[in-house]
């Protein structure tokens, strides 16, 4: 079938999973993983249903967050054991020196390190109480920001750049133009944050258009807007990411009892208009 003037989507679309993230809990969402075996098990499921890469927090037993090298490495290898999938470890915190927040990063090597891309308000707001109940700052300075690149580049891990805001992205070019970092990264444009750019389509396609020709990009919707920022980011060829740091629904009302039927969700709704889940091998090809 002819497409007439529509420009060819790409066939086959990378699928990322946030596996836990760190500011929910099981109050929320009684299926979310604490421990490296949750987690890995979590990512074998979300590694079968379609997804090649896992983005990671480390969380003790009991939930809370950290940043320990050792919690990092137990994820690690219990996600190894179970499956090749490629593993994102998170960079970000509040209140935490930025080299502790990257030690992790230096000594276990990952594919990919998350790189927050700037400062913002950080909230997690209750439409039904009209309250918030995460208020924080989370403060990504250019000195940090590069300090970051720097520690990834010498471990040769790939930079995955959040961007919550158009200035995120500016950032960004400009760390490359310095040669700061290299010139396929991957936008990772979030939307949904409190205090950042909500979650619209016509955001998504604002963000699109700030970034350079070529560029290899995925969304990251939070709640359920997430689905609407999926559907368009599919259908403008980019990649996507879902999981329960960023959502825990399947529809309103509806829980994902796993992050594999988020990704379920991802892969049908790439198939509905024609694209297909990477494979690891291709995965790799496009990111590195």
């Not at 007439?4 to 969402?29: E, F, Y």
Request: hydrophobic share 40%; charged share 20%; aromatic share 8%.
């Amino acid at each position: 079938m002819k497409e007439g003037n529509m420009k060819p989507l790409p066939d086959k679309v990378i699928i990322s999973c946030a596996i836990t993230g760190i500011a929910a809990n099981r109050k929320q969402c009684p299926y979310i993983p604490y421990t490296p075996e949750e987690m890995a098990n979590e990512a074998l499921r979300a590694y079968n249903a379609g997804a090649t890469i896992v983005h990671i927090h480390a969380r003790e037993d009991d939930g809370s967050p950290t940043v320990s090298v050792s919690r990092f490495r137990e994820i690690r290898d219990a996600i190894r054991q179970k499956c090749p999938i490629l593993l994102n470890f998170a960079t970000g915190a509040v209140g935490i020196p930025i080299q502790e927040r990257v030690e992790h990063i230096r000594q276990l090597q990952p594919e990919i390190g998350a790189l927050n891309m700037g400062s913002i308000n950080y909230a997690i707001y209750s439409e039904k109480k009209k309250q918030f109940y995460f208020d924080e700052v989370f403060a990504n300075p250019f000195q940090d920001i590069l300090y970051l690149a720097k520690i990834m580049q010498d471990a040769n891990v790939k930079p995955e750049c959040e961007c919550f805001d158009a200035g995120h992205i500016a950032n960004t070019l400009l760390l490359m133009e310095m040669g700061k970092l290299p010139t396929n990264v991957n936008f990772s444009l979030v939307f949904g944050v409190y205090g950042a750019i909500q979650a619209s389509p016509q955001n998504l396609i604002q963000q699109i258009n700030l970034l350079p020709p070529n560029a290899i990009w995925q969304a990251i919707g939070v709640s359920l807007g997430q689905w609407h920022i999926l559907a368009t980011a599919l259908a403008a060829g980019g990649h996507v990411r879902v999981g329960f740091e960023d959502n825990f629904y399947l529809s309103k009302n509806k829980m994902a009892k796993s992050n594999a039927q988020l990704v379920e969700k991802a892969v049908q709704l790439a198939q509905l208009i024609g694209r297909e889940p990477t494979t690891l091998k291709e995965t790799k090809e496009i990111l590195f």
